[in-house]
């Protein structure tokens, strides 16, 4: 048995759609269990929708309009579709009553994305002659928490699972089962929703509970880049990839699984290959706990925009106890996430998103040091074996210097194996070139 997860972009319309179903055909003797995400920009239009919704106005056409075409091209009759589209019709309606929209009104709004994708896929499937059925994810087992818009799975969802896939994988019953990505249902029977990766985490937590031969996730490159193609051009697929370099990846800008989706899978060992949909053929990527051969050098260079440097010191705060717990606690107060750090005993060199409000917290570490705030900077990260840096940085700084770029901050992860760096957001692109052709050439 494997896993197959096909995102948004995946199944986006008529065409991406019967794609991946062809995909799903071509894999149906190793009995896949599918997973998928709402169709394209479905979940942006149903909060757009709900927001409407608020202000008194109902309208579902774009939903309606890309279901409707979708099912018109594919040649399938999914009465199911039409009947959520009136369910979700009853919902926003309320909303616009109400003119209010609560966190667990919002997750049942979302749900509706992925659930007519599920329906729309089974019967594309069915038509092309390969049994299906589509299955709400609370169907075969998923019960969370009630934290609504980013719900935890609860721990019996590791027996649920092959409860409710066991006849499934082990040949009693042959359709497919194409399962909702991204929501479940707590005790109450009210849906939820997982978060952010939450889809990943759908896939991967089927994988583990069932312990598949492997989960696939269907992107529209060969598996992971050393880095991104439209950045530099001669970067490469990888063939293997541990979990924590896959982690580090996602943390720091590729477009891989989301580092909780790694959690069902570590606990487990089920390995996840990263796949192209345009490539049929192509190997892609493994993720495995650790590397079939040596460990290499480098993975890969990456990097995220739109980077916030803070420096903060204070020399009053010299030999005292306490200086970073207090910092610590303002981005605890103000709810601001830190991405980078570098520290010594009175000063502390930290970077933030950009769209992160600074002023109250600006405001409130004033009052104990003096604070510098410095926006349109990036993190270039490069993924290695950060126990042999040295060899690393020289290479990389030695390029970066004949380039003429500054590298402003500099950080290694407790991972081992990140080294972060900032520089200025307009030389990003070129610093990732330059790193990439020292440490790849």
Known sequence: ??????????????????????????????????????????????????????K??????KIESLHVSAARELGVDVPEVYSLLDELKTLLTGISMLHELTRRTRDYLVSFGER???????????????????????????????????????????????????????GAEAEIPVVTGFIAKDRNGVITTLGRGGSDLTATMIGAAMHVKEIQTWKDVDGIMTADPRIVKDARPLAEVTYEEAQELALFGSQVLHPRSMIPCRKTGTPVRVKNSCNIKSPGTLIVEQHSGARPLVTAVTKVDNVTLIDIQ???????????AHIFNQFLKWNISIEVIATSEVSVSLTVSSKADLSGLAEDIR?????????????????CDAFRSSTILAKA???????????????????????????????AGRTVEIIHTSLFA
Request: one cysteine or more.
């Open 1 to 54: 048995m494997i896993v197959m997860k096909f995102g948004g972009s995946s199944v986006a319309d008529a065409e991406r759609m019967r794609r991946a179903a062809a995909i799903i055909q071509a894999y149906k003797d190793e009995r896949p269990a599918v997973v998928l995400s709402a169709m394209g920009d479905t979940t942006d239009h149903l909060l757009e929708a709900a927001e409407a919704a608020v």
């Open 56 to 61: 008194g106005t109902v309208s579902i056409e």
């Open 116 to 170: 007519m994708s599920v329906r729309m896929m089974a019967a594309c499937l069915a038509k092309a002659g390969t049994p299906a059925r589509p299955c709400d994810s609370w169907d075969i087992g998923f019960v969370s928490d009630s934290n609504y818009t980013d719900a935890e799975l609860l721990e019996e969802v590791w027996e649920s699972i092959p409860k409710s896939l066991g006849r499934y994988e082990s």
């Open 314 to 324: 204070s020399s009053r705060m010299l030999g005292a106890a306490g200086f970073l």
């Open 367 to 383: 009052r104990v040091a003096d604070v510098s705030i410095n926006t349109g900077k990036a993190i270039i990260t490069i993924i």
């Open 397 to 427: 700084f030695s390029a970066l210097e004949k380039e003429g770029i500054n590298v402003q901050m500099i950080s290694q992860g407790a991972s081992k194996v990140n080294i972060s760096m900032l520089v200025d957001e307009e030389q």
